[in-house]
C-alpha cells in the first residue's frame, strides 16, 4: 500500500429504496444518494467536498464511517477492506472516524462538564484515570487553544467559537486516522470562523490530520483544502486541487457554483456577471421505470484535475426542470 | 425626506440578571428605492433595532427607553399603540425572516397564509384574494402558481418557501421591506437567487429594503448604504464604497480582514482577539476598548466616543484603539 491509498473509495454506492404498499411492500424506485463515487485520500491531506444540500455529501460521509453501509462498491482504509467487514468489526473501526459537527450548541452534552466530555472520548483510545486522565485532558485543551482552568465548566457557559474548540478536542481525543468535519464553520460570526479556520490548519499541519471537510461555502473550502471534490446528484463532477478548481473550474455546476459566492467588494459585485442555475438541485429519486443512469465517469483534463462530462449534466438539469414546468 | 428616520433608538432587557444594554443611541435613515444593510456579530443588536420599531419585542423584559423612528414623515413608531403598529405592520412594512420553515404555519395552506395580508390590511374577497395570491407567487417565479398556491409548505424546498415568504411580504406592495438574514439557511446557489429576487422585487415596488446579515459579501453587492453595529452601538455608517474602501474604525477593518474568502491560502486569517463585551454592565465609554487584546490609548475609557463626519455619507465612531499585529493574534490563539 503506498501513502496515496490511505483512504479509496471505489464507485461507492448508498442507495435507499422506495416502497409502495404496506404489506406487499414493491421496490417502486430507489434515492440514489451516493451514486458511483471514486476517491483516493493520501495521508495528512484535507479534501473538501462541496455541493448543495441533497447532493449526498452528507451520506457520502456516514457512508465512509460505515454508520451507513454502502449498496454497492468498496472503501478502504490503509488497505483494510471495510465494506466487507462484519458487523461487530464495523463497530471497532468506528475509533478510527470522528467527526465534527456545524452546532457546537447541539452537539455537545449540555449536562457534561468539558473534562468529563474530552475525558471520555480519551478513554475509548487508552485507559487512563485519575490524574492521568486529567493530565492528557488538560494537553488536549492546550491543543486546541483552551485554558486546562476551564474544565470544569459546562458547554452553556462557553462561546461559540469556545464550543467548536472543545468539539474539535473531542474529535481529536481518540487520535482518529480520518476527521470529517461536517460545516464546522457554517453557523459562526466571521470573526470565529477565521478563528476556527486557523486552528484547523496549525492542527491538520501539527498532527498530520487526514480531513474531510464537508461545506457550501466554496470560500471557506478553498482556504483550508488541499484538494476540492464538487459534488451533484451523488456523483463527483470536478476533483482537483483546491487552486486549479477555483481558478479553471471546468465544469459547468462548479462555475456556476463559484460564480454565486458573494465577493466583499462592491465594485467587483456589480459588474460581474452570474451563471444563475435555474431552479432547484434536482431531486435524486429515481424510479424503476425511469431510464438507466449512465456510468459515473471522470475524466483527467489536467495532471489530477478530473472533470465529469458536461453534456449529461446539462441533459439532466434540463429534463429536470422540463419535468418542474 | 427620508421614508424612514430613527434617532437615538434605545432598547434595553430587564432581565433577572440585570440590565441588558441591546440597542444604545442608535440614529440612521433609510430613503425611498434605498437598500441599508446592517452587520455585526451575533449579538451586535441589528435585529434588536428593527424589531423595536415594529413593536416585535417582548415587553417586558424589553422596553424602548428613547427615541424616535419617524416613518414616512408623520408616524412615530415608537409611539403607536400596538393597534397603530397592526395597520402599519404587513402593510407599509413586511418583514422576512431567516429560517422559511419556522416562520410560515406548517398547518395552514400556503394560500392562507399569502392572504392574510390581503384580507387584514385591504379586506378584499376571497376570491380576488386567491388570485392576488397567485400572481403574487408567480412574480417570485414559482411556476404553476395556481396549483401549488394550494399546498402546504413542508411541500417546498427551502429555496421555495423563502420565495414563498417573499411574496407574503411583498403582496401589500409595503414601503419597507426589513430582510432579517434572508439566504443565512440557504445554499448559495440559491442565496444568489434570493437576492437577485428580492432586488428584483424591490425595483418593481420602489420600496426601501433594511438587510440585516453578518455576510460582509451579501451587503456588498446588494447595499447602497452600510451600517455596522457593535455592542449595541453604530461604529461606523456609509456607502459601500466607504465602508469597503475607507473603512475607519478599528472594529470594521478588524471584520474586513478576518473573511476567508480574501484570505490567502496558507497563510493564517486575521481574527478578532477576545469577545464582544458583556451587555449587562454599563458601558460609558468605547465598547471596542473593552475587548481582550485590543491596545486602546484611554481616551474613551470613561466618556462616549462621539460620532465623527469623515464625508458627506460617511461617519465613524471615535476611537482609539489599535488592532494587533497578526502574529499578536496568532499567539493569543
Known amino acids: 500500500m503506498s501513502a496515496e491509498d490511505f483512504l479509496v473509495l471505489e464507485n461507492v454506492k448508498t442507495f435507499f429504496p422506495i416502497t409502495k404498499g404496506l404489506i406487499l411492500k414493491r421496490k417502486i424506485g430507489e434515492v440514489r444518494a451516493v451514486d458511483g463515487v471514486s476517491l483516493r485520500l493520501r495521508k495528512g491531506e484535507i479534501i473538501g467536498l462541496v455541493g448543495e444540500s441533497g447532493c449526498g455529501k452528507t451520506t457520502l460521509s456516514r457512508t465512509i464511517m460505515q454508520l451507513q453501509r454502502a449498496t454497492g462498491g468498496r472503501i478502504f482504509l490503509e488497505g483494510r477492506e471495510l465494506t466487507a467487514l462484519a458487523d461487530e468489526a464495523v463497530r471497532k473501526q468506528r475509533i478510527n472516524f470522528q467527526m465534527i459537527f456545524q452546532d457546537p450548541y447541539a452537539s455537545l452534552n449540555p449536562r457534561m462538564t468539558v473534562s468529563d466530555t474530552l475525558g471520555e472520548a480519551i478513554r475509548t483510545r487508552r485507559r487512563l484515570t485519575g490524574k492521568t486522565l486529567l493530565a492528557a485532558v488538560a494537553e488536549l485543551m492546550e491543543t486546541v487553544g483552551l485554558s486546562p482552568s476551564l474544565m470544569r465548566k459546562y458547554p452553556h457557559e462557553f462561546s461559540g467559537g469556545q464550543r467548536q474548540r472543545i468539539a474539535i478536542a473531542r474529535a481529536l481525543a481518540p487520535q482518529p486516522k480520518l476527521i470529517l468535519a461536517d460545516e464546522p464553520v457554517s453557523a459562526l460570526d466571521v470573526s470565529i470562523q477565521s478563528q476556527i479556520l486557523n486552528l484547523l490548519t496549525r492542527l491538520a499541519k501539527e498532527m498530520e490530520l487526514t480531513m474531510i471537510f464537508i461545506s457550501h461555502d466554496l470560500s471557506v473550502v478553498k482556504y483550508i483544502s488541499d484538494r476540492i471534490a464538487v459534488m451533484y446528484l451523488g456523483r463527483l463532477v470536478e476533483l482537483g486541487p483546491a487552486e486549479a478548481v477555483m481558478a479553471d473550474p471546468q465544469h459547468p455546476y462548479t462555475r456556476a457554483l463559484i460564480s454565486a459566492i458573494p465577493v466583499p467588494d462592491p465594485k467587483v459585485e456589480r459588474s460581474r456577471k452570474r451563471i444563475v442555475l435555474e431552479g432547484d438541485p434536482p431531486s435524486p429519486m429515481f424510479l424503476v421505470s425511469d431510464p438507466p443512469r449512465s456510468e459515473a465517469a471522470l475524466e483527467e483534463v489536467a495532471p489530477g484535475h478530473f472533470v465529469a462530462d458536461p453534456e449529461s449534466f446539462l441533459n439532466e438539469r434540463k429534463a429536470h426542470a422540463a419535468v418542474v414546468a | ?333
Open chain 2, 1 to 333: 425626506m427620508p421614508l424612514l428616520q430613527v434617532d437615538d433608538l434605545t432598547t434595553y432587557f430587564h432581565t433577572r440578571n440585570g440590565t441588558v444594554r441591546a440597542v444604545e443611541g442608535v440614529s440612521f435613515h433609510v430613503h425611498r428605492g434605498e437598500t441599508l444593510g446592517i452587520v455585526g456579530e451575533s449579538g451586535s443588536g441589528k435585529s434588536v433595532t428593527c424589531y423595536s420599531m415594529l413593536g416585535l419585542i417582548p415587553m417586558p423584559p424589553g422596553r424602548i427607553e428613547r427615541g424616535r423612528a419617524l416613518f414616512d414623515g408623520k408616524t412615530d413608531l415608537l409611539g403607536c399603540t400596538p393597534k397603530e403598529l397592526q395597520r402599519i405592520r404587513g402593510k407599509r412594512i413586511s418583514m422576512i425572516f431567516q429560517d422559511p420553515m419556522t416562520s410560515l404555519n406548517p398547518y395552514l395552506k400556503v394560500s392562507t397564509q399569502i392572504m392574510e395580508p390581503l384580507q387584514l390590511h385591504e379586506k378584499v374577497t376571497k376570491k380576488e384574494g386567491l388570485r392576488r395570491a397567485i400572481a403574487a407567487l408567480e412574480e417570485v417565479g414559482i411556476t404553476e402558481a395556481s396549483r401549488r398556491v394550494h399546498f402546504y409548505p413542508h411541500e417546498f424546498s427551502g429555496g421555495m418557501r423563502q420565495r414563498v415568504m417573499i411574496a407574503m411580504a411583498m403582496i401589500t406592495q409595503p414601503d419597507l421591506l426589513i430582510a432579517d438574514e434572508p439566504t443565512t439557511a440557504l445554499d448559495v446557489t440559491v442565496q444568489a437567487q434570493i437576492l437577485e429576487l428580492i432586488r428584483m422585487r424591490q425595483a418593481a415596488n420602489k420600496s426601501a429594503v433594511i438587510l440585516i446579515t453578518h455576510d460582509l459579501g451579501v451587503v456588498a453587492g446588494m447595499c447602497d448604504r452600510i451600517n455596522v453595529m457593535y455592542a449595541g452601538r453604530l461604529v461606523e455608517t456609509g456607502t459601500a464604497e466607504d465602508i469597503f474602501e475607507r473603512a475607519r474604525h478599528p472594529y470594521t477593518i478588524a471584520l474586513k480582514r478576518s473573511i476567508p474568502s480574501l484570505g490567502q491560502k496558507g497563510k493564517p486569517l486575521y481574527t478578532i482577539p477576545g469577545l464582544p463585551p458583556d451587555l449587562s454592565k454599563p458601558i460609558p465609554g468605547d465598547a471596542f476598548a473593552l475587548r481582550k487584546g485590543i491596545r486602546s490609548g484611554g481616551k474613551y475609557a470613561n466618556v462616549a466616543p462621539p460620532l465623527e463626519q469623515v464625508s458627506e455619507t460617511h461617519w465613524v465612531r471615535a476611537s482609539d484603539c489599535e488592532l494587533p499585529s497578526l502574529e499578536e493574534v496568532l499567539n493569543e490563539c
